[in-house]
C-alpha cells in the first residue's frame, strides 16, 4: 500500500514538474518573441495601411520604445494628420493632436476602440505586453511551429476567450496570432510575414490585422525601419512634455 | 317644378317647425366647420413648424441614410444635383448638409454634440436657421483673419461648456476616412433657447464641415422647399423617378412618427366631429319624422287623389333638401366670420408654445373650400339618409286609415 502511495505521489509530482515546466517554457517562448521587436529599447517608422470597403487610407510613422511599459507613436503623413501623438505609460495612453494643441486621455471605456480609425484597438498598443502575465499558457508543439493557447485568468478583464500564439521554431519569430470570444468564434487574426534580418535578428516585417467580423476591414503594418537601442530613446521620450512638443 | 312649389310651400307654411329644423342644422352646420377650421389650422400650423423650420417638403439622401445614418452613406456629386434641382420649376429652394456626431471641448469641459454642416446662403432661404439666432451673426463660408471658421452652437452646448459668442469651440470626431477629425472654431452665434430641438448642435459652414469630416465635397442630404406644399408626395415620387440612385422622401416619411401621430389625432377629431353630427342630425330626424306624422291626414288625401308613393318620398326629400341647403346659407353667414376671425386673428394664447425656438403665440384656424365643404356634405348626406325611414313610412301609408287618423 505505501509502495503504491509513494509511486502515486512520484508521477503526481512529475506530471506537475512537467506542467510546470512546459508552462515555463511557453512564458520564455512568449518573452523572447515580444521582445523580438523592441530590445532593451527600439525606435521604428512604419507605413500603416487602413483598408475598409469605404475607404483607405495610409499612414507613415515613428514608433519608440522602452521596455515592455513605455512606448511613443507619432503620424509623420500625411500632413493632415501629421504630429498626432500617442503616448503610452504602463497601462494609460494619451493622445496628443497638434491641431488643437489639446492632450486626451483614453479613459477605460474607449480602450477596445480602434486606435486612429485602424483595426488595432486603444488596447492592443497597451495590453500586448501583459499577455504571460494576465493569462494561463498552454503550449502545444509540431516541428515546424509552437502554438501557445492563452486563456485569461480568472481576475483577467479582458474581451477575448481565447488567443493562439503561434511561432515559428526555426527563427524563433510569430507567425500568427489568432483572437477568440467568449463562444471559440475566431473573432480576428494576425499575421506575421516578411521575414528580414534586421540587427542580427530575424524579424518579421509586415503585420496584418483582420477582424473577420468586419467584411473588406484590413489594416497592414510594416515596418520600414528599425533599430535597436537607438542612442536618442531615453526616458524623457516618454513623458507628457514630450507628447506636447511640437516637431 | 310642382314637386319644387309644393315643397317650397310646405316649408313656409309651418314656419316655427322648419326654422327650428333649420336652427338645429345651421348650429350643427358652424359648430363643425370651426372645429375642422381649427383642427386643420393646428394641423398644418404644426406641419409648416416642421417643414419649414428645418424637414423642408421633401429630403434626398444616399441609400438607407434616412433610418440608419452613417458617415460613409453620401450623395457624391452635390454640384451636379444642385445644378438639376434648381432648374426645376417645382422647387422653390433647397440646401446642402452634412451630419456628425462629435465631442466638444472648451478648455475646462467637454460635452456630445452634433455636428451639422450647413450651406449658409442656402440654408438661410430654405430653413429657419437664420430667424433662430437669438445672439451673435448667422455664420459664413469664409474664415475670419487668424483663419478660423465660425460655427453657431445650441444654448445647451453654450450652457455646459460655459462658452459664448467669440470664444474658442473644439471639436473631436471621427474623419469619413478614419482619421481623427480635430479642430478649432471660433463661437459666432447662439441658436434657440434652452427648449429648442438645436440645443445641442453645432452648426458650421458646409465647407469647414466637409474639411473637419474629411469628406471631400460629398454631403448627406438635400431638403427641398417646395412651392406648393400638398404636393410633396407626387413631387418625391417623380423626382424618385428621375433619380433612382439616390433616396427621395416627402417630410411624411422623414418625420414619420410625427406624422403618424398627427393622422391618429386627426382621426380622433373627426370621430368626436362625427358625433356632433350624428347628435345635430337625431335632431333633425326627429322633426322631420315629427312632421310626417302630423301631415299623415294630407299624404292620405294625396294618395287618396292618385299621387304615387314615389312622389310623395321625392316630395319630402326635396324639403329637406331645401331646408338644408338653407340652414347651410344660414350657418354659412354665421360661420365666415368667426372662421376668418381664427384663420387671420386666432386666439392669444396666455404662454407662447415654444417649438425648437420657433415661437407659436396664436392658436388659428384655416380657412379654406375643405374647412366650409366638408360639414356642408355630411349635413346632406345625414339630412337625406333621415328622409329615408320618414319617406317610406309615408309612401306605405294607406288612404283609408291615414284619412282615419288625427
Known sequence: MKRILSLASCIFLALLSQTCLSDQRAIKIIDDVE???????SKATLTMIIETPQYQRTMKMEAKSKGTE??????????????????????????????????????????????????????????????????????????????????????????????????????????????????????????????????????????????????????????DTLEFDPPDVNQKVFTLRNLKSRF | MLLLKLAIRNIFRQRRRSLLTALSMSGGYV??????????????????????????????HKGNYLRRPKL???????????????????????????FAPALAYSDTDNTQVNVIGVDP????????????????NYISDKVNPDSYYSAMIGTGIATSLNISIGDELILISQGADGSVANDIYIVGAIVGNKDSLDKSSVFLPLDAAQEFLSMQGKIHEVAILLKDESKSREFAASLQKQLPELSIDPWQIVEETFYMTM???????????????????????????????????????????????????SLITLETALLSMMSF????VFAIPIIAWFAFVGIELPEPVDFGGVQLRFFTGEISTYVFATPLAWIMFFALLVCIPAGIRAGRILPTQAMGSH
Open chain 1, 35 to 41: 521582445n523580438l521587436y523592441r530590445g532593451e529599447s
Open chain 1, 70 to 223: 513605455n512606448a511613443f507613436y507619432r503620424i509623420l503623413a500625411p500632413k493632415k494628420d501629421r504630429g498626432i501623438s500617442t503616448l503610452k505609460l504602463d497601462e494609460e495612453m494619451w493622445n496628443f493632436f497638434p491641431k488643437i494643441n489639446k492632450v486626451i486621455k483614453v479613459p477605460p471605456s474607449m480602450m477596445m476602440g480602434s486606435w486612429m480609425g485602424s483595426d488595432f484597438t486603444n488596447d492592443d498598443l497597451v495590453k500586448q505586453t501583459t499577455l504571460t502575465e494576465e493569462y494561463d499558457l498552454t503550449l502545444n508543439e509540431t516541428d515546424e511551429l509552437y502554438t501557445i493557447v492563452l486563456v485569461p485568468k480568472q481576475q483577467t478583464i479582458t474581451v477575448w476567450g481565447k488567443i493562439d500564439y503561434v511561432i515559428n521554431k526555426q527563427h524563433m519569430v510569430p507567425v500568427a496570432q489568432n483572437f477568440y470570444d467568449d463562444d471559440d468564434e475566431l473573432i480576428r487574426k494576425m499575421e506575421f510575414t516578411e521575414i528580414r534580418e534586421i540587427a542580427g535578428r530575424m524579424v518579421p516585417t509586415s503585420l496584418t490585422m483582420k477582424p473577420l467580423n468586419k467584411e473588406g476591414h484590413k489594416t497592414i503594418v510594416i515596418y
Open chain 2, 31 to 60: 359648430l363643425c366647420a370651426i372645429s375642422f377650421s381649427v383642427s386643420e389650422g393646428s394641423y398644418n400650423n404644426a406641419i409648416r413648424f416642421f417643414t419649414l423650420d428645418h424637414t423642408g417638403h421633401v429630403q434626398i
Open chain 2, 72 to 98: 460613409h452613406k453620401t450623395i457624391d456629386d452635390p454640384a451636379a444635383l444642385s445644378e438639376t434641382l434648381d432648374n426645376n420649376d417645382n422647387i422653390e429652394h433647397h440646401t446642402l448638409r452634412v
Open chain 2, 121 to 136: 446662403t442656402r440654408e438661410k432661404r430654405t430653413s429657419r436657421l437664420a430667424k433662430k439666432v437669438t445672439s451673435g
Open chain 2, 263 to 313: 393622422q391618429a389625432d386627426q382621426q380622433g377629431m373627426q370621430a368626436m366631429l362625427f358625433i356632433i353630427i350624428f347628435i345635430v342630425f337625431i335632431g333633425v330626424l326627429n322633426t322631420i319624422l315629427m312632421s310626417v306624422l302630423e301631415r299623415t291626414r294630407e299624404f292620405g288625401v294625396l294618395k287618396a287623389i292618385g299621387t304615387r308613393p314615389k312622389t310623395i318620398v
Open chain 2, 329 to 332: 346659407f344660414v350657418g354659412l
